[in-house]
């Protein structure tokens, strides 16, 4: 019964594809088929050069190898049918049919199931593998040939054992990937990829029964597996068709939504826009362009700049464009520009861009002109500004609500010492003085609630270190929105006027202390006195920090501190002072001063190299001015009048005269001391002498040059009995 019903069927299918059957010449046409993949292979290369999906490069030479299979084939039958080969030759071009036609369709299963899983590793694995089998299947299958050509010479390649593991190879990667599609992808595009692979796949499985069935059922599956491979083609072709005309319809609507949209846009911006080809002529322009020539826009395309300006203006629209067009790239210049709707006049920034093809062939230029005449307007404002800023002797500073400097004019820089570069970015807090953050905190709490800081007298720190008195003001800086988002500053040093001030008041106090000195010393009885009132007298009513008085010492050359009164004494703590210029103790003001009897100022103590033997203690203590005098005593150094203070050039021409004489006056009080104990030594002695004069036995007479007798002692009266 069934080889009756193989029968029946076979009677069929012989008068549909058989010879002179209706459809045989085209099932059996590998023209058509080669056709098919050449249509394929040249529509997938344009899409490719178009538009770059990459993953459509693996189905073009997946087609590609096809169209080759097809026309291999087709030169196979030709040259067989023409007796130019013999059994071996054509064996061997067969092998190779089946090589090509295995790797075709594997790189299109491949090709397909990389549009799936878009996994580069996944689909390269994928077809190597694929490949790898279908190289090792030919070369078992033509080492089988040849083993099987040696022993029955005449026998068809199609015969061997074997040679249908083509077909199976290719049917197993062809059910992988329709496997792999369907679980990735279901879609109805995927559906129409999976019919074509499944037949594919029944097309190698027919081919592969008809090498292993018997003869006379042959010829069933040959046409069976003819019929599916056209259909599989058939329906790519109609798949990728139709995926054109979709994607050619959906890139017309969207270029037609996309030119509606960029119209729109066009005529509602305010700047100028227009189109003009290589020449000048224009192509395109938006309304504001017609406001300016005072046409339509039907009216401007197809004229140049000519028709609506005058010749000189054109003339420089014209050189512009051939700028840009020589440049290669946008050009951006300035233009006075006059709207011929109401004449206004108004100054624009151009940009015009050279317009290119998509091989490079120039199509126009592009010009957008945008008004900033209000912008430059204010520019000029702002460099007025900054002038005006940069040429004020005040500080003038602009910094974020939390400190940090934005500006700094060049009245900032001369008055902290800090360059722009060097503060901008930086927070003002290093200008604080230690103890003055508060004030900081202060001010920033009244700035965010708004308020304005009137000016008020504090004191900042110089880039050096010194101390800098200033007069400042603050007010918030204001966003559009009148958020308080910094903080302006302007400030005055007022260092000059308040040491002015400062050194007339200190003057005036070492004037009092002059006087009072000099009066005590009138009524002074003893020199243990006149230090410690010196030093007091120095500090309180002269205004400075510290004084004292050291006596040297002739035996090791040591000045000792004998007086001393004021801030930090500390500083004399285990000093060790000497007079003595070979040691290092020796070199500083004070053993100088005393060695070479010579007054020495330093008005910046900290910085200076004399001081550097004690400047630690210096530091420590704030002082930044000295004044060292020698107290001479008959004439010779005898002591060191040593006083500070914490401002720098503390100690100017007539401080130092003053300090000169109240140190001249402490050496006449110590002479005047030693004066009065000579003088007391001398009258004790004269005492002395009138008592033994008066109470000795001697007769005593006292005469004059002149040999006069001037007096005589009561034992000279007793002894001759003449009185005086």
């Known amino acids: 019964m069934l080889t009756s019903w193989s029968d029946t069927l076979l009677n069929i299918l012989t008068q549909l594809t058989g010879a002179g059957g ?54 196979i039958h030709l040259s067989n049918n023409l007796g130019w080969t013999n059994p071996t030759t054509h064996a061997f071009s067969l092998s190779l049919s089946h090589t090509l036609h295995s790797v075709a369709l594997i790189t299109i299963a491949a090709g397909y199931t990389q549009s799936c899983l878009f996994d580069e590793k996944r689909w390269i694995g994928f077809l190597k593998i694929g490949l790898a089998a279908t190289l090792l299947i030919s070369l078992f299958i033509n080492w089988q040939w040849l083993n099987q050509s040696a022993t029955y010479p005449a026998k068809d390649f199609n015969q061997i054992n074997f040679s249908w593991l083509f077909h199976i190879n290719t049917s197993i990667w062809l059910s992988l990937a329709i496997f792999i599609i369907a679980i990735k992808k ?27 069935s018997p003869s006379h059922q042959h010829s069933v599956f040959i046409p069976l597996s003819g019929l599916s491979y056209f259909f599989a083609l058939a329906i790519l072709t109609y798949d990728y068709l139709k995926n054109s005309v979709e994607e050619r319809l959906s890139h017309t609507t969207a270029l037609a939504k996309s030119e509606a949209k960029l119209n ?24 504001a362009s017609e406001r300016v020539y005072g046409a339509k826009e039907a009216d401007i395309i197809g004229k140049t700049d000519y028709d609506f300006v005058d010749k000189a203006t054109a003339d420089s629209f014209r050189e512009n464009d051939l700028l840009a067009i020589k440049k290669g790239a946008a050009s951006i210049n300035e233009e006075w520009m006059t709207f011929a709707d109401n004449g206004q006049r108004i100054l624009v920034e151009t940009t015009k861009t050279p317009m290119f093809d998509q091989t490079g062939n120039l199509l126009g230029v592009l010009g957008i002109a945008h008004d900033i005449t209000n912008r430059k307007a204010m520019e000029t404002q702002a460099k007025q500004y900054e002038l005006i800023v940069n040429s004020a002797s005040e500080a003038i500073i602009s910094k974020t609500i939390n400190g940090v400097v934005t500006s700094w004019n060049a009245g900032a820089e001369k008055m902290f010492g800090y360059t722009a570069e060097e503060m901008i970015g930086k927070s003002t807090l290093v200008l604080f003085p230690k103890g003055l953050q508060r004030e900081n905190n202060h001010i920033q709490a009244k700035i965010l609630n708004g308020d304005h800081i009137p000016a008020f007298d504090t004191i900042r720190l110089h880039q050096s270190g010194r101390t800098i008195h200033i007069s400042t003001s603050m007010s918030p800086i204001l966003d559009e929105k009148g958020t308080v988002v910094g903080i302006s500053e302007i400030a005055s040093d007022n260092t000059e006027h308040i040491t002015a001030d400062q050194n007339f008041k200190r003057l005036s106090g070492l004037y009092k202390a002059l006087s009072e000195i000099n009066q005590a010393i009138v009524r002074m009885e003893h020199e243990a006195e006149l230090f410690p009132l010196v030093c007091r007298c120095a500090v309180d009513y002269g205004g400075l920090s510290m004084a004292w008085v050291g006596v040297l010492d002739p035996k090791d050359n040591r000045i000792n501190p004998v007086a001393m009164y004021g801030e930090h004494l500390e500083y004399l703590d285990g000093i060790y002072i000497s007079a003595n210029a070979s040691i290092k103790e020796g070199q500083g003001p ?13 008005n910046d103590l900290i910085n200076d190299a004399i001081a550097t033997t004690s400047k630690d203690r210096v530091i420590s203590a704030g002082w930044n001015a000295l004044f060292t005098s020698p107290i001479t005593r008959g004439g010779q150094p005898f002591a060191i009048l040593c006083v500070y203070h914490t401002q720098l050039n503390a100690f100017d021409e007539e401080i130092i005269a003053l300090l000169k004489e109240m140190s001249a006056d402490i050496s006449f009080a110590l002479d005047n001391f030693d004066r009065e104990t000579q003088r007391q ?41 003449y009185a005086p």
Not at 197 to 204: D, M, P, R
Not at 697 to 721: H, K, L
């Open 22 to 75: 209706a459809m045989a010449p085209v099932l059996d046409n590998g023209a058509l088929k080669a056709t098919f993949y050449l249509f394929l292979f040249l529509f997938l290369r344009v899409r490719f050069k178009t538009y770059g999906h990459q993953q459509e490069r693996l189905l073009m030479w997946g087609f590609g190898f096809g169209f080759l299979t097809q026309l291999f084939g087709l030169g």
């Open 186 to 212: 279901n879609t109805k595009a995927a559906s129409l990829i999976m019919i074509a692979l499944s037949l594919f796949f029944t097309n190698e499985v027919l081919q592969a029964l008809a090498l292993i």
């Open 264 to 287: 729109a846009m066009l005529k509602t911006i305010n700047d100028p826009i227009w189109l003009k080809d290589p020449t000048g002529v224009f192509l395109a322009c938006n309304a």
């Open 590 to 602: 004070g053993g100088k001063s005393i060695r070479e009897n010579k007054v020495i100022v330093l």
């Open 681 to 721: 030594i001398d009258a004790d002695s004269l005492r002395l002498a009138a008592s033994v004069y008066t109470a000795t036995n001697e007769a005593m007479v006292v005469s004059n040059p002149s040999r006069e007798i001037i007096d005589v002692n009561p034992a000279f009266t007793a002894m001759t009995g």
